[in-house]
């Protein structure tokens, strides 16, 4: 075994995913919950796909602008941590204010609030750990970062559901609230950024490419295609998983007859199956490619979700939501790492806003196509037709993608996968 072998830092990458942990937990509580709210003052899921789009683009216009302010930050505590440290108390203030607003204009005004504030630092947190990775050991690192997204997903789900039957609506926010407070605590007091590389203190033209970004002018051009298939196949599958996640809650109660806290619990099969997708994933894109495993992926959540439309066995639908789990995990596990491969060390906060750029662009789209969808035919089945469509749609493009690989190493590999079995 070579000497210079590096592995991941898995209590390194733990600490930094406590970010993602607690950005998961508050969009999941939100998904669900916020659509049923809206509900009791607006019948038509047109309009409620509108309220929920609105916030998003805060998002859109703000997510790249801090990530590529956060590249430009020289301060004690880093270049992304500044933006932790304010903003994740500030969204906390506004999150817990949503359940207690009792009119369309004052819950409007609170997700509008939080969600700038999320804006603040979501892209910092997520550029932390392609900071403090290497290329090669991004896709492992992303799995450990959406392993501990996914526990966020399901104390929302599965414990957000029992809380709600509990005490109502503002029990699960408060404690969601809560937990995102301590993953606060813990990375003000335990994680420490990594030192900046050199490139980060040149120009953006003199800085170095990273990973598999070309140098040339005409390497520069496919790779910059490629960079532009990634994220229009990542805004179609994004379209297709927010349609789930924004009205299966109303396909629940309306075509299968669950009460809320059940169609929570329902939703949670499919994240607790990602939780444990995670990290094979990763692995799984390393050794056979990151594309094939994302196309993979994608062609499972097509089949899957296209079944789906004929099923009403709450168990059946329940099993199917574990196996989608898993495929999606082929795809989200991988994704990031082929953007921020292209990107230069420099502009890595940049790109990740790119990233969820296009994934939030798909969150103000797709809740107002389907409310359309759903407005004209009156049949909440058809989210298991509209939700094929965008996997097929991102197939199409990441065929095209030739850029975006990391080197593999088949000896340090074999490490990560022996010191997994341990």
Known sequence: ?????EKLDYPKTILIGFGFFAVSIAWSMYNANVPLMLEKFISSATVIGLVMSIDNIFAVLLQPLFGSLSDRTRSKRGRRMPYLLVGIPLSVVFFVLIPFCDAVWSIMAA???FNFTMSIWRTPA????P???PPRLRSRANGVINLMGGIGSILAFVLGGLLFDLGGMPL?????GLIMLAAWLTMMFLVKEPPLPPEAYETPEKAEPSGGAASSKEGARGANLSLFLILLAIFFWFVSINSIETYFTLYA???LGLEAGDAMVTLAFFA???VVSALPAGIIGTKFGRKKTIMTGLVGLALLLSAAYFLRDLWVIRCCLVVAGFFWGLVNINSLPMVVEIAKSSRIGKYTGYYYFFSQAASIASPLLFGLIQDLTQ???NLFIYSPVGILCAILCMVFVRHGEAPVDEEELQAEVEALSE
């Open 126 to 129: 997520i550029a932390l750990m």
């Open 131 to 133: 900071d403090a990775t």
């Open 272 to 274: 607790v199956s990602f």
């Open 172 to 176: 699960p926010f408060f404690f969601s």
């Open 111 to 113: 997700v509008i609030l």
């Open 1 to 5: 075994m070579k000497q210079h072998l």
């Open 253 to 255: 109660s309306n075509v």
């Open 379 to 381: 049949n909440y089945s």
